[in-house]
């Protein structure tokens, strides 16, 4: 039985997605796992190709049609690339366990619908993990840098100004971040944003890893400029004001930056999952045929089609086959 659940007790100002059923002997099975996982790091590239995109909704909209994450060819033999610190990965052990998974990141991640994906993907095909629990505690406008545009209506939320009261009533097993999107403010590169960005990810993995939990970082995804360019809010590099919705002209090799450096840290934590590269190879694909498809409104918050991508680079990392969604399922969990 899944259900949500208000944090305002944790400290947090906004709910938190999860399911229910976890067991307090199988977590303590967990984290044994988990302490084993010590000397394990991967890195995964994921190359997935794009999908015949058969549905454009808005950001918002929760309905899935009940097609494959990825084709079976797709499936049989994704285009990843994993180097591993060791020869064992056990990971895998603790997905048949019980624990925990706390999701942190912005708007992305606060929109959930990837994480929806997953523990669809979990409760469908795996429903004997009924104990493993979903904590989505993405917050919108959020960075981890601290920094944040002058022309933001308001300062925009820090991460660390609420890391450590989630990870200590959380408690979390696996502990996944995904930031960056927010983090160049829009803003052309600039080393001193960069240097903030990179010291507040270390300062996030540094917590994270001494609670003894597994921390999985996500690349950002890209930023689209087409959507904006349409709408006439993209300036150029000598413009004097930069934000939310007037982008720097330049910003998808800000954050292509920022996800290849999020990829260099895979000696930093247990591991790193590239959702960057699958979502710009599936836009630049779909374009060769329709040059004016977009997976966005805005450039930053993607539709369906572009959380779908997220997932399935998530699930072949975590060396999953995805299969066919159960629709009326997906859409209960969603309804939470």
């Given amino acids: 039985m899944s259900r949500a659940i208000s944090l305002y007790g944790y400290g947090f100002a906004h709910g938190a997605r999860t399911s229910r059923g976890y067991s307090a002997v199988m977590k303590l099975r967990a984290l044994a796992l988990l302490r084993r996982l010590a000397g394990t790091t991967l890195v995964v590239a994921a190359g997935i190709p794009s999908l015949d995109a058969q549905l454009e909704p808005t950001p918002g909209d929760a309905q899935l049609q009940a097609k494959p994450l ?15 610190r060791s020869e064992e990965n ?8 019980q624990g925990r998974i706390l999701f942190l990141g912005d708007s992305i991640t606060h929109a959930g619908h990837y994480i929806t994906l997953l523990e669809t ?38 991460v660390h100004e609420r890391l450590d009261r ?66 006439g809010k993209l300036v150029p590099a000598d413009g004097e004001d930069f934000a939310w919705h007037s982008i720097y002209e330049g910003y998808a090799g800000v954050i292509a930056r920022y996800a290849d450096w999020i990829l260099s840290q895979k000696d930093q934590v247990h591991m790193v999952i590239d959702v960057h590269t699958p979502i710009a190879d599936a836009l630049a694909e779909r374009r060769q045929s329709d040059p004016e498809y977009t997976m966005s409104g805005d450039g930053v918050h993607m539709n369906l089609e572009g959380h779908r991508l997220m997932a399935e680079a998530i699930l072949h990392a975590w060396q999953q086959k995805p299969a066919p969604l159960d629709e009326a399922l997906h859409a209960q969990l969603s309804e939470r």
């Avoid at 056990?90 to 366990?97: H, K, N, P, T």
């Avoid at 493993?132 to 820090?158: K, Q």
Wanted: aromatic share 8%; charged share 20%; with cysteine.
């Fill in 90 to 97: 056990d990971l895998g052990a603790f997905l048949e366990s």
């Fill in 70 to 84: 990825v084709s079976e060819t797709e499936a049989a033999a994704p285009d990843l690339r994993i180097a591993a």
């Fill in 121 to 158: 993907h979990f409760q469908q095909h795996r429903n004997r993990l009924l104990g493993l629990e979903w904590i989505n505690l993405g917050l919108p406008s959020e960075t981890c840098s601290g920094l944040s545009e002058p022309a933001h209506p308001f300062p925009r939320p820090n």
């Fill in 166 to 231: 989630a990870l200590e009533k959380v408690a979390p097993d696996v502990v996944v971040a995904c930031y960056g999107m927010n983090d160049g403010i829009y803003h052309p590169f600039d080393e001193a944003r960069f240097e903030a960005y990179k010291q507040g990810i270390a300062t996030l993995v540094e917590k994270a890893k001494a609670t003894g939990a597994f921390v999985i970082l996500l690349t950002p995804p890209p930023f689209d400029p087409l959507p904006m360019k349409r709408q």
